[in-house]
């Protein structure tokens, strides 16, 4: 098979789980929201709007691991809508996550090397107040970090960015964090 073919039947994969994915949502979400408490207006627009956000936090707009020679059990940094997530990896099937939401974060920070850089995240809400991912490649600590100045950027001019689309998204932070770096 073509690489196009594989790419298109990868995509209709993707259209059927995420039509299941919203399937699955409606049903478990509806036992929830049905009583007398809740007029069964607003009962149908909290479910539409929950469903909305969890359908958005389900796609990563971004995710970037660290390089596995120089880090045995590989960290991961996600980027979606909402929030952001490190995972620090620390053995076998163990490790330590943080997520916050992008509103939170306070700066974003990168020290690259010719092959690798770091990326230093500071929030409020963090234990010791930074996270850092080391060894990353090069190029994804700087898209990275782009990203997530433009959404700091956009979050301080009081933007809603959830209802832009993907591509489009992606495209305006990375101008815009590339543009106040």
């Given at each position: 098979m073509g690489k196009r073919a594989v790419a298109s039947q990868q995509k209709e994969v993707e259209a059927k789980s995420h039509d299941s994915f919203l399937r699955r949502a409606q049903r478990s979400i509806k036992p929830l929201v049905e009583g007398d408490f809740w007029p069964q207006s607003e009962r149908e627009e909290s479910t539409s709007s929950l469903i909305k956000l969890s359908n958005d936090s389900a796609a990563n707009l971004l995710s970037v691991r660290t390089a596995f020679p120089f880090m045995l059990f590989a960290d991961t940094l996600k980027i979606d809508k909402q929030k952001l997530t490190v995972v620090h990896n620390k053995f076998l099937r163990s490790s330590q996550t943080s997520s916050i939401r992008l509103k939170d974060l306070r700066n974003v920070q990168t020290v690259l090397g010719p092959i690798f850089g770091s990326i230093i995240l500071t929030s409020q809400h963090f234990l010791?107040?930074?996270?850092?991912?080391?060894?990353?490649?090069?190029?994804?600590a700087i898209y990275a970090q782009r990203l997530l100045q433009g959404f700091m950027v956009a979050h301080d001019a009081g933007i809603d960015t959830n209802e832009v689309e993907e591509a489009t998204l992606l495209k305006l932070l990375n101008k815009i964090g590339k543009e106040n770096i």
């Open positions: 010791n107040n930074t996270q850092t991912l080391n060894f990353l490649r090069r190029k994804d």
